[in-house]
């Protein structure tokens, strides 16, 4: 589907839901805005992210049985490292730290985006079985507390995602159409930056790529969902030109690099 036709199906849906274009002009702060990309791959995962007070961390999963394990590839499964041991039962042990209803002590919110590597329903259905006990501190429905799941990778199709308990979200994919009901289920929409753009993110960005990316942002935008860019290149030039360009979520595989950037950055103003 090219860009043209997929901006018609955005704006077909904007006009079903019946609203305007939000206004998503931020304050860039890491507890809001800062995505830990395969953060399984930290020295310290879960940690790192959460010890720099990152917004959101990505988890790779295998299923492998009834297990979930963390891994980026199936050949480097490690049966430790289930997402249990890696991911739910760290942070379980900070909610309960924090008065047993919220990921950080200062308030901030928590997003966990589950990228499942497997066959993905038979998987969401499993990650679905272990979350039973522990619902609570997912239900952002009923509690402004919980963490938020965000399932990508191989996600059911728009039309089965009342299949699953309604603590998932989904992440949105460039070219998928959804219905008004659908996209209440997306929780931001998430593509490659190289399908826009070769920078290296040291020069400035071309403006033939700059407009390319903002019109694709804008467009996200204009059906009210957040935009995150993956294989992006992970620099302070890069950062900055996001801020300035309106992406909401930076994308970065240094926790604690862009933690200092955006203190830096934000007491530049």
Known sequence: MNNKHWLRKVFYCLLLAGCTAPVFAQRYEVGKNVHSHNDYEQQHPFYTAYNNGLASMEIDVFQVGDELYV?????????????????LEPLLKQIKRNGNHKAYQNGNGLQLMIDLKTSGMPALKCLEAKLKPIRAYFDVQKDPNAVKLVITGDTPPPARFNDFDNIFYFDGKRGTPYTQEQLKRVAFFSTNFQDFSKWKGESPLPASDSLKLKNFVDSVHHVGKPIRFWGNPDTKTCWETFIKMGVDYLNTDMPATIARFLDQYAGSK
């Not at 891994?71 to 041991?85: G, P, Q, V, Y």
Request: charged share 55%; no cysteine.
């Open 71 to 87: 891994a980026h590839k199936e050949e480097e499964i490690d049966r430790k490292k289930t997402i249990e041991s890696l991911y």
